[in-house]
Structures are given as C-alpha cells and as structure tokens.
C-alpha cells in the first residue's frame, strides 16, 4: 500500500453487469472483457457469468492484469451475460491524496514505463507541441494532471453516441468532440507529453452523488495516472471527483479495453450494461433488474441503513 493511501471502508453497494447477444454465420469466436479487476477499491460479494449455452472457453490473464475469456460461438445467436454485486467505498476519487509531484523517469518503476509511451489511440508523439504550450508552465505531477482534465472537459464537446473506432487523440483533438473513450485517450496522450505514466481504464460508473437524467448505462472510460506510487483517477467526461467506480480492465488505449473482439463471422446485435447503486442483501446475482430498488441518481448519496 502507498504510504498517501487512506483505506476504505466499503460502505455502499452497486450491482453492476452486461448483457450481450453475438449472431453468428460461420466459424467465430469472441474475447470477452467484462469480469471487474482485483482491486482494493472495491469487494466482489456476489458475481456471475453466463458463456452462451456452455460454450467452450479458454480464460486467461493478459500483460495488464485483465481477465480474459476467448469463447467459440455457435453458428445463430450466442448470448452472454454477466452480473455482480459489488462493495465500494462511499469516498470519492483519490480521497485524502495530497497533491504529489511527477516522478523522473530514472526513479519510476520499470513495470510503468511502457505507460509513458506512445500508443495506437494514445498518440502523445503527435501532440507535444500542443501539450507544451498549453501546459508546459503549469507545476509538474497532479497539478498539471488537473489542468489538462479541466481544458478538456471544458473543450471537447460530448456527444452520446458519437464514437468511432479509428479515432486517435490526436484526431480528437482536431475534431473537437467525441464520448469518453476519446476524452480518456485525449488526456492519456497529453499527460504521457510529460513523462507522466498514464492508463486507459474501463469500467462501470453508478451515478452516485451525480444523477445521470438521460439515464444513461453504458461502459465507462477513464484515465489513471502514476504518482507518489499509487495510480489516481483523472476523469476529464466528468472533472469532478465521482463515487463507486468498478475498474474492469486497463491497459495502453482501447484496444487493452475492448469489451469484446471479434473474430470471424459473427455481429454483436443486443447490447445491454447497468450500474446502479442497491441495498445489500436486496439483490442477487441473477435477479431481474428492478430500478425501483435503485437508490442513485440523486444529488444526495443514499446510505444503506443496514451497514
């Protein structure tokens, strides 16, 4: 543990989870990424996965500690579902961090140093110049991750819906608006500028404490970035410190994030994701979703009156 850690206490609970339907017309399979991290930030009380009708599977850990599932389908509609409840802590990002300064790359450990590299979607090389003269005065380490989150949030439009998958930061950039994949490989990019190691992480994002009324559910992309030792949420979609993330994978860009990848002849043709925030012990793995027992979306954060 980083001596900057505060421990948490996990004292809320979320359910979290997917529900994906695969048509296939020949030989496919698909590598799926949705089962959430190990991580200290929050506690798998209950979880469950559903591989079609017991397809056959080869599961595996990558090089960014993401758990993987390469799946076979069958030919004709192949459905997966995955479903968790899940403790966290009712504290905000990086709570009781102090504001920490940049690491020299000579002193940082050697299994960070490929995040301060350029990447696929994350291309830093093609956006010094910018970085420079828009943060080059402004104090190294957490101060100036803050500064990017905040011009990004503040310049780049979000527009639901419109994501593409050739798209580079550098391309956003240039286009001014995107979904938070493109803000989180926007500030990836800018802060690897500086040596600063940084990963793209996915995951689920309840609205706790910050109600969502489009009632959007959906996969969420982020970045962290290493200093004092310990990896820090920077979340430019939001720039505001937000409550009960479940990291699922992370790794140098998207292509490390990827939900699923497809191989062969096969089209994903239902696509279905919640996080929300429930009472502990009111629901299961399993259950049919129930909104009325939803207890997010709200101003206020709702404590479980059982804990």
Known sequence: MSPFT??????????????????????ASVLLNVRPRADGRHHVIAEALTLGNDLHSDEFTDSHGNAYYRVALDRG??????????????????????VLAAQDPGSLPLAVLRYTLPSRYCDSDKLINFAWEKFGAVEHGWTRVQAISRWIHENIEYRYLSGRPDLSAWDILQRGYGVCRDFAHLAVALNR?????????????????????EGHMDFHAYAEVFLGGQWLTTDARFHVPRIGRVTVSCGMDAVDGAFSTIYGGATLTYFQVWAYQVPRGGVGVGDPLDLSKRMDNTWAVQFDTKL
């Open 6 to 27: 505060v421990p948490e206490r996990l004292d809320l609970t979320v359910r979290v989870g997917c529900s994906l339907a695969y048509e296939s017309t020949g030989p």
């Open 77 to 98: 509609t192949n459905c997966f579902r995955h479903d968790a409840i899940i403790a966290v802590s009712s504290k905000p990002d990086n709570f009781g961090v102090p």
């Open 193 to 213: 500028t500086f040596n600063v190691p940084t990963r793209y992480v996915t995951g689920h994002l309840p609205d706790i404490g910050f109600p969502d009324p």
